[in-house]
């Protein structure tokens, strides 16, 4: 792949408002990612746009670099105090993150005005900022999304070539875990075919609870028609046995049809529970340190607050 071009810009807003998830508002530093996973949801945004879904989506990344500074004065702005998901629309570690340092901004911003948060990456620099998530994890509920859709490390590396590979992204869980943070893993996407057999899931739940992730739970793959084509293309390329079956499974709808998913859900909750990830190993492990009887602002909090997304 060619040399990423990070252009610098200018955004009149940090928070966007999200309807219809487990979080009010989301935040993305960044536009586009340099992980070029061919089955990215967020290349639907780009086309929304106007913009390329394809290199212009993974070669060419804006930088919001006013991002922090417009952040600070919308959190001081808010009235209530719902969660924020950090990562919806691109990946807030991604490697530019090492030289903007945006994700570690917005993190110092909300620890002096709190939101309940959620992270979701693939990517490792995450672990930086255990010493931010922890502080405001004093505060507010704070929960660590790390993806991990397959621990096949040659399907990884074809499907998502420029992210750190699952061995890495596993070791992240693990760090923060002994920090004593909320991460887990999420296994997303689930493609059809290649990750969604019962060894594959089993493998990534295995995986999960070695490193004592908090929790393990999936999302299966959306095609959405500006992500179709580089996802089709990705098969072509590495895949090709399986460009027809995907390309019919997928011909009229962008998501699987629920039969599909009815029976990978029913398949999820029994390696769920025979890995031990029926609750939150997290809220289990507060609950039998705090004093008996006391329940914690956390254990008040909506039970929405405590989702992945």
Known sequence: ???VRYREVTVKSALTRVQGMPFAWSLNPYMGCSH???YCFARQYHALRGRDTGAGFDREVDVKHN????LRVELRRLRLRETVA?????????????RYRLSRGALLALVESPL???VITKGTLVVRDVDLLMKLARTVPVRVCVSIGSVDAEIARRSEPEAPPPRARLEAVRRMRVAGLNAGVLAAPILPDLSDSDASLEAVAAAARDVDASFFSIRP????????PHYFAFLAEHFPVLLGPT???????????????DALERRVEHIRHHFGFDEDRY??????QAPRGVASSRERAPDQLRLAI
């Open 1 to 3: 792949m060619g040399a």
């Open 36 to 38: 070029a996973c061919g």
């Open 67 to 70: 991002f922090v500074e417009v």
């Open 86 to 98: 950090l990562g919806t629309g691109t990946d807030p570690y991604q490697p530019c993150e090492g």
């Open 116 to 118: 309940p948060l959620i």
């Open 221 to 228: 793959l959306k095609l959405d028609p500006a992500v179709r």
């Open 247 to 261: 390309t019919e499974r997928f011909a009229d709808r962008v998501n699987p049809d629920h039969r599909y998913t």
């Open 283 to 288: 809220e289990a492990q507060r609950r039998a």
